[in-house]
């Protein structure tokens, strides 16, 4: 497996943490994407000599909004993770801007933890249509507002693939991008989450791979397949043809 490759828990959606070892074990993925919430399931102290039993490096931990974010945080410090990755959570009936607020105010002691366990932190971006998980619906808005927080970005692929001056965002903020997510969409999908393994639908994963290397991003590209497509193929054809798809990716790339 390239070692610039990670394959997060989120992939293989409803299967428990045990079942998610024994699939990395058998399918050479090394390098992983840890779910909070699969592991709160599991019970965190026994997850956690699991997960370092397993001897898989642990590149991101992965939550939902803020809250529980000081556990990801002890979480991901013992785990020696690269980043801990979360959501804002919903704005309404807040503006944006007033959700923005209340986001740094709610931050800036999980900011302090985070920074002593050496943990650095990554806010995700959004689909619009998940509302419900955050407000930070494009990658240039997570960039502007993870500066303002001195964190991290995660960008998303799916979310932000189709957005205006997507080089010129990724060249100016690749300071802030800690983790790149890649999943494939297929244009006329109208329901989320509908991911496709990559190569299967139409991001230019070429193109926008090529313009966080260019932009010095170096970082890992992080498999989060979910949705019907997924479920259709099973997880354990779908998450081996996702990893092949995006090493050749970073051979063409030169990588």
Request: glycine share 10%; with cysteine; charged share 20%.
């Amino acid at each position: 497996m390239h070692p610039r490759i990670s394959v997060s828990a989120i992939s293989t959606y409803t299967w428990g943490l045990d079942r998610d070892i024994e699939f990395w074990a058998a399918a050479g993925v090394t390098n992983v994407g840890v779910s909070l919430a699969k592991l709160n399931a599991y019970g965190v102290e026994k997850g956690l000599r699991r997960l370092l039993d397993a001897g898989v490096h642990v590149g991101n931990v992965l939550g939902t909004g803020t809250s529980g974010l000081g556990a990801g945080v002890e979480v991901a410090s013992q785990l020696s993770a690269d980043c801990l990755v979360f959501t804002t959570g919903r704005a309404a009936p807040r503006s944006w801007e007033d959700a923005a607020d209340a986001l740094a105010t709610t931050l800036a002691p999980l900011i302090s933890q985070a920074a002593e366990r050496d943990v650095p932190l990554a806010l995700e971006h959004t689909n619009s249509l998940r509302a419900d998980v955050g407000f930070v619906h494009t990658l240039r808005d997570a960039i502007d507002l993870a500066r303002g927080l001195d964190i991290g970005v995660c960008m998303e692929i799916n979310a932000c693939w189709g957005e205006r001056a997507l080089g010129d965002t990724i060249a100016a903020g690749v300071d802030r991008i800690r983790l790149v997510q890649l999943s494939d969409y297929v244009i006329g999908t109208l329901t989320t989450p509908d991911r496709a393994v990559p190569g299967d639908g139409d991001v230019p994963f070429d193109r926008i791979v090529g313009l966080l290397l260019a932009a010095g991003y170096p970082g890992a590209f992080d498999i989060e397949l979910v949705g019907p497509r997924i479920e259709a193929e099973g997880y354990e054809m779908a998450v081996p043809r996702a990893v092949r798809a995006i090493e050749a990716v970073l051979e063409r790339l030169g990588v």
